[in-house]
């Protein structure tokens, strides 16, 4: 099927079909939360300095991120669709996103003992 004709949804399930399977029934918020601390890239939110986070949850076995459109030089338009983790303050509720794809790649490196 021809991407310009596919839906987001459809593009997700085909492009990002390995972090589907692999964060299925998995805590994302726990990944999450170890994917921070082992990158040092936590701390404060920007808005308001607070340091407590909620990682927004999708459907089950699902990802949130990103749906929107490219257009080529002859103006066409495709379909596009990107995972991210979406991290929300507690205290202001500004977000932020980390590219889910960079989140699964870290989990997939980690030490294979640490069961989350
Ligand atoms: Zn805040």
């Not at 495709?78 to 977000?95: D, E, H, L, W």
């Amino acid at each position: 099927m021809n991407r310009k004709t596919q839906s987001s949804a459809e593009i997700a399930l085909a492009d990002y079909d390995e972090v589907f399977r692999d964060f299925a029934g998995k805590n994302l918020a726990k990944i999450f939360n170890d994917f921070v601390r082992s990158t040092g890239s936590g701390g404060a939110c920007s808005s308001c300095g607070c340091t407590d986070w909620v990682v927004v949850q999708g459907p089950p076995n699902g990802l949130t991120g990103l749906k929107y459109y490219s257009v080529d030089t002859g103006a066409v338009e495709y379909n596009q669709f990107t995972p991210m983790v979406i991290a929300k303050c507690r205290s202001c509720g500004m977000s932020r996103m980390h590219d889910t794809g960079l989140v699964h790649h870290w989990w997939k490196g980690r030490d294979s003992k640490e069961e989350v």
